[in-house]
């Protein structure tokens, strides 16, 4: 009994009470933990907010793609809605322009309304205009050049280029002889001053 006794007090004696010191070590493992835990929130927080906005700045730029997309469109159905009122013309005429020195491998082709003095003008195989210029439609009107419209070309890998002619300046089957591009300066002149890239005589087109 009283070894028993003595075996508790031995443990007893090994059992010694929280001191000050440990119940403030406790403490600061705790606030370090809690200082930890707040970090990674933090940064977990911050990964989230950098996904938003990752996200929203993809789902903006797939809206802006497909708002120009539906531009492009409405831009080319414009066009074609364009082109079939002037084939709708009850007089229309086709003449076939040909590449010439300067850049053989080009070739257009005007359909026009002598009416309406409106005409649909595709081009192909341009070279892409240089910085200051414009490429300028003529019409010889008595082996006369008369000044028309001016058109750019900024892709010359494009199949085709299409240009609705508003107004084709007294244009008449009788006293047309031909119709011709050249490069000229930005804005167009009353004269042609550059070379000339394509040539298509109406006599030529004509049955």
Same mark, same amino acid.
């Given at each position: 009994m009283e070894k028993q006794q003595n075996e508790n007090h031995?443990?007893?004696?090994?059992?010694?009470?929280?001191?000050?010191?440990?119940?403030?070590?406790?403490?600061?493992?705790? +606030? =370090?933990?809690?200082?930890?835990?707040?970090?990674?929130?933090?940064? %977990? &927080? #911050?990964?989230?907010?950098?996904?938003?906005? /990752?996200?929203?700045?993809?789902?903006?730029?797939?809206?802006?793609?497909?708002?120009?997309?539906?531009?492009?469109?409405?831009?080319?159905?414009?066009q074609k809605e364009e082109m079939l009122s002037i084939l709708e013309a009850r007089s229309v005429n086709l003449v076939v322009m040909n590449g010439l020195?300067?850049?053989?491998? +080009? =070739?257009?082709?005007?359909?026009?309304?002598?009416?309406?003095?409106? %005409? &649909? #003008?595709?081009?192909?195989?341009?070279?892409? /205009?240089?910085?200051?210029k414009t490429y300028q439609l003529w019409l010889l009107k008595n082996n006369k050049p008369v000044p028309s419209a001016t058109f750019t070309i900024r892709n010359s890998s494009v199949e085709g280029s299409f240009f609705k002619i508003e107004q084709l300046a007294e244009a008449d089957r009788q006293n047309t002889n031909a119709f011709a591009i050249t490069l000229e300066p930005e804005?167009?002149?009353?004269?042609?001053?550059?070379?000339?890239?394509?040539?298509?005589?109406?006599?030529d087109n004509t049955n």
């Open positions: 031995s443990w007893g004696d090994q059992l010694t009470p929280a001191t000050d010191s440990d119940k403030d070590e406790r403490t600061a493992t705790n +606030g =370090y933990s809690r200082k930890k835990l707040a970090i990674a929130a933090s940064v %977990a &927080l #911050l990964l989230i907010s950098l996904a938003l906005v /990752v996200f929203v700045f993809n789902q903006n730029a797939t809206l802006n793609n497909q708002e120009a997309r539906i531009t492009e469109l409405e831009t080319e159905l414009q020195e300067v850049n053989p491998d +080009g =070739y257009g082709k005007i359909i026009w309304d002598p009416e309406k003095q409106q %005409a &649909l #003008l595709q081009v192909a195989n341009l070279p892409e /205009v240089p910085e200051g804005g167009g002149v009353a004269q042609p001053t550059g070379q000339m890239y394509l040539l298509g005589n109406v006599q």
